[in-house]
């Protein structure tokens, strides 16, 4: 059965850091690998998908890795600004959405 | 842009009543699903739909709950007779196509639903 992990759970950075949030999943059978946006209250906002067969994809100040092989992502921020607030949420797909709990990160202005 | 649409925004209900959740998928979407998000926990998956039909549906998905797409627009979840532990956020969500390594989900901004 699929499980993913998120670490850390919690992160707080001053604005302008560069950080790393991981992923990391124990089958490695997937179709693709996404990383979302929630805010509280509300939706995920799909930020980045990484086909099984890519090793990153870029959107702006945000860099997704994949490693299959090992059963691990990185979404990287540069930058941070307090805007990028929010819980980051990573998510596998074989069939349906396998998803982690998540990183809350808060950004300090 | 296109986007999901969730009705209503906020539920609450008495345990042991029926609710009804709907969605409005993206027009030229062919793939729905239902996930919800128990507070502080996992976004957990529900159900797929494909041509009027379930495709996939997970160990949460029992006999209290179906799916249905009474028209060419909304797509509904139906609990029979909630429990307390139903109360969660539920999320729909669409996508083109399944299968394919690069289509992405498009969710909704969910319907929390409060059972007491």
């Known amino acids: 059965k699929q499980e993913v992990t998120q670490i850390p759970a919690a992160l707080s950075v001053p604005e302008g850091e560069n950080l790393v949030l991981n992923c990391s999943f124990t089958?490695?059978?997937?179709?693709?690998l996404q990383w979302f946006r929630q805010d509280p209250g509300k939706g995920l906002t799909s930020l980045l998908l990484?086909?099984?067969?890519?090793r990153e994809q870029t959107s702006g100040r945000l860099n997704a890795s994949l490693d299959k092989s090992s059963g691990r992502s990185t979404l990287y921020i540069a930058a941070s600004q307090p805007g990028d607030s929010a819980t980051y949420l990573c998510?596998?797909?074989?069939?349906?959405?396998?998803f982690g709990k998540g990183t809350t990160l808060s950004v300090s202005s | 842009e296109p986007e999901v649409t969730q009705t209503p925004s906020h539920q609450v209900t008495q345990m042991g009543q029926e609710v009804i959740l709907r969605c409005v998928p993206i027009?030229?979407?062919?793939?729905f699903y239902w996930y919800r998000q128990i507070l502080g926990q996992k976004v957990e998956f529900l159900v797929s739909?494909?041509?009027?039909?379930?495709?996939?549906k997970s160990e949460i998905f029992d006999d209290q709950f179906s799916v249905e797409r009474p028209d060419g627009s909304n797509f509904t979840l139906k609990i029979r007779s909630t429990k307390l532990e139903d109360s969660a956020m539920y999320f729909c969500?669409?996508?083109?196509?399944?299968?394919?390594?690069?289509?992405?989900?498009?969710f909704g901004s969910g319907t929390q639903l409060s059972v007491l």
């Open positions: 027009s030229n979407h062919l793939y």
């Open positions: 998510a596998v797909t074989r069939t349906a959405l396998i």
């Open positions: 990484i086909q099984s067969s890519q």
């Open positions: 739909f494909y041509n009027n039909e379930i495709s996939e």
């Open positions: 089958d490695s059978a997937i179709y693709n």
């Open positions: 969500a669409s996508s083109p196509l399944i299968g394919a390594t690069n289509e992405k989900l498009f």
